[in-house]
C-alpha cells in the first residue's frame, strides 16, 4: 500500500506519512508526571495528532513493562449527557473494550455488568471499577482518556467527579497511578451545564490537576521534512519556494500541512504523474481549492465562530481593532485552545493566513449566494481582460447603500460588518479568475484586500498580474484624520505588495449623515502614487 498524508483520524506507521508522535508531546516530562503519580491534561486544537501521539504514548509505556497502560476514547458517551447512568456506563463499556484488546484484560466487561445489577449509585460505577481494577492489575495503572471534553453536562462532572475521588482516596484504596484527560480544551475552560442549570467548572471539578501540556503545531523544518518523505518515497519533487510558502500559510497546523499536501500530489490528478514538478502555482492553486472545501476540520473551525465567547475576541480581530482589556483573559486562551488564534509578537492574531480567508468566507457565505449572478457578468472587466476596480467599488457604494442596514442586523460581527460585506461582494467577483489575500492592520483599524488578476488566461497566474491593493477603515475621527492615517498605511501595503493600483474605502457608520454625503470618490496624489479614495 503506498503512503498517504492524513487528513482523517489518527495517524498510522506504515500507511501515512508522519513525524514521530513521541517527539512531538515533551515526553520526559510526561514520563515524570507519570513516575510522580500525577494527573494531568494534554489538550491542542481538533487534528493535531493528539490522539496519534496517545496511542504512541500507550505502546511506549507498555513496552517498558513497568506500567500497564490503556488508551480509551470516551466520546461515544456525549450523547448521554445529563443522563448520568448511561453516560458513565458508556465510559465504562468503553475502558473494558480497550482494556481486554490491548492488554488482553477481559474481566472489566464482567465487572460493569455486577456493577450495573449491584444498586450502587452510577455516579459511583467508575470510581469502584477503577479501584477493583487497580488492585488486582498487577501493575501501576496508566489511563489515557480521548475525547474527554465531548462529555456533557452532568455526565462530565460525574466522571471527573470520580476521578478525582477515587485520586484523593488512593493512600487507602488502589486507584490508577496516573491519568491523563486530552481533549480540545484544558480542563479550566470547562463551563459544564448540568441538569439543574447551575454552571460548574472544570476547575472546581478536577482540581487535582498537577499540569496542562499543550501540543503545538508542527515547526517550519518538521513540515517541510513531512513533505520531503513523499519525495523520497516517490521521486516526487516540490519546487523550493513552495516550503516557504507552506510554512506562511500554516504556520505548521498540522492537518492544514497534510491536507495542502494531499491537494498538491492526489487532488491534483495531473500530479499523480511523479514526474510532475509540485510548483509554486500548483501550489497556491491547491491552496484555494482546500479554501473552497468547506473540509471538515474547516467546518468545525468555524462553526465556533458563533460562540459569545469566541465572538469576542474574533470580531476586533476581522475589525484591524486592538483587542479591549475587557474581554476576558478566559476567552482569549479559549480561542487559543480551539486553534483560532495564537500569539505572534505578544500580540493575538488569526492562526494563520489559510483561516484569515476561511473566516470571513464563512461569516459571508449567505450573502455571497445572494450575488452569485454578479460573477457571471461581463461588466466588471475592460476590454483588455483586466478588472475595472473603479466601476466594482461605485458598484459596491449603491449596493451599500442600498442594503448595509439589512444586511448587518443580520450579522453576530456587527463590529466587521462594512468590512465583510466589501470582502463578501468582492470574492463572489474575483472567484471567478483571480485570488484575494488578506491581511488585519491589528490595532491600526484596518483591514487590507491584495487582489491578483490574471491578464493571460493561457499563463494564469505565471503570467502578467494585474495587482491591486484595497484598504478598509471605519471613519473614527474626522474624514481628513482618517483618511490621512489611511494613504499612508495602503501606500506603504502597496510597496509591499508592488500593487499596480491602490485604493482606500473609509465606513462612515454615523447614522445621522446622510448617504449623499457618506458617497464619496476622490482621487489623492500621494508620495509616487493616485490613490482613489471611496466612502461609503
Request: proline content about 4%; aromatic content about 8%; glycine content about 6%.
Amino acid at each position: 500500500m503506498p503512503y498517504t498524508f492524513n487528513t482523517t483520524g489518527p495517524s498510522v506507521p506504515g500507511q501515512h506519512y508522519m513525524l514521530d508522535p513521541l517527539a512531538r508531546i515533551d515526553l520526559p516530562e510526561v514520563e515524570y508526571l507519570i513516575a510522580q503519580g500525577k494527573y494531568f491534561v494534554l489538550h491542542a486544537p481538533r487534528q493535531t495528532g493528539k490522539t496519534t501521539s496517545l496511542i504512541a504514548l500507550a505502546k511506549h509505556l507498555n513496552a517498558r513493562a513497568d506500567y500497564a497502560c490503556v488508551f480509551c476514547n470516551v466520546e461515544a458517551a456525549q450523547t448521554a449527557r445529563h443522563d448520568v447512568a448511561r453516560g458513565v456506563a458508556s465510559v465504562i463499556a468503553s475502558l473494558a473494550s480497550a482494556a481486554a484488546s490491548q492488554l488482553g484484560q477481559a474481566q472489566l466487561t464482567l465487572w460493569r455488568q455486577e456493577l450495573a445489577a449491584s444498586g450502587e449509585a452510577p455516579d459511583k460505577w467508575l470510581q469502584l471499577l477503577l479501584q477493583r481494577w487497580a488492585a488486582v492489575a498487577g501493575k501501576p495503572l496508566v489511563l489515557l482518556f480521548d475525547e474527554i471534553d465531548a462529555l456533557v453536562g452532568d455526565t462530565l462532572v460525574s466522571v471527573l467527579r470520580q476521578l478525582r475521588g477515587g485520586y484523593t482516596e488512593r493512600q487507602m484504596t488502589p486507584f490508577p497511578l496516573s491519568v491523563i484527560l486530552c481533549g480540545v480544551r484544558d480542563v479550566r475552560d470547562y463551563r459544564i451545564h448540568v441538569g439543574s442549570g447551575d454552571i460548574i467548572t472544570g476547575g472546581s471539578c478536577f482540581n487535582i490537576k498537577a499540569a496542562s501540556l499543550r501540543l503545538g503545531n508542527f515547526t517550519q523544518d518538521e513540515s517541510q521534512a513531512l513533505w520531503l518523505q513523499h519525495t523520497a518515497d516517490t521521486g516526487q519533487v516540490f519546487a523550493a519556494p513552495v516550503f516557504a510558502r507552506l510554512w506562511e500559510d500554516t504556520r505548521g497546523q498540522p492537518w492544514l500541512v497534510n491536507a495542502l499536501a494531499d491537494e498538491c500530489t492526489w487532488q491534483d490528478r495531473a500530479a499523480r504523474d511523479r514526474c510532475v514538478t509540485i510548483s509554486l502555482e500548483r501550489y497556491c492553486a491547491a491552496r484555494e481549492r482546500l479554501i473552497q472545501s468547506r473540509a471538515t476540520h474547516l467546518d468545525q473551525l468555524t462553526d465556533k465562530l458563533r460562540e459569545a465567547r469566541v465572538r469576542r475576541v474574533m470580531a476586533p480581530l476581522l475589525a484591524g481593532e486592538a483587542l479591549p482589556g475587557t474581554i476576558p483573559e478566559d476567552d482569549r486562551e479559549y480561542c487559543i485552545d480551539l486553534g483560532l488564534v495564537a500569539r505572534f509578537d505578544q500580540q493575538l492574531q488569526v492562526a494563520n493566513p489559510i483561516y484569515r480567508e476561511v473566516i470571513p468566507r464563512d461569516l459571508t457565505s449567505v450573502l455571497q449566494d445572494s450575488l452569485q449572478g454578479l460573477a457571471q457578468q461581463a461588466w466588471y472587466l475592460t476590454p483588455e481582460g483586466r478588472l475595472d476596480v473603479p466601476q466594482l467599488l461605485a458598484a459596491f457604494q449603491q449596493f451599500f447603500r442600498e442594503h448595509a442596514e439589512s444586511w448587518l442586523e443580520r450579522y453576530a460581527y456587527k463590529e466587521a460588518g462594512p468590512q465583510l460585506l466589501m470582502q463578501a461582494f468582492l470574492q463572489r467577483i474575483v472567484n471567478g479568475g483571480g485570488r484575494i489575500s488578506r491581511e488585519y492592520g491589528l490595532g491600526r483599524r484596518r483591514t487590507d484586500l491584495y487582489i491578483e488578476w490574471p491578464l493571460n488566461k493561457a499563463s494564469g497566474f505565471n503570467g502578467p498580474l494585474q495587482r491591486v491593493v484595497i484598504e478598509l477603515k471605519i471613519l473614527r475621527k474626522t474624514w481628513e484624520a482618517t483618511v490621512t492615517d489611511g494613504l499612508a498605511q495602503v501606500a506603504d501595503y502597496a510597496d509591499k505588495c508592488a500593487a499596480d493600483e491602490v485604493h482606500l474605502v473609509v465606513f462612515n457608520r454615523d447614522p445621522n449623515i446622510s448617504w449623499n454625503d457618506k458617497t464619496i470618490r476622490q482621487q489623492v496624489a500621494f508620495r509616487d502614487k493616485v490613490i482613489d479614495v471611496w466612502g461609503a
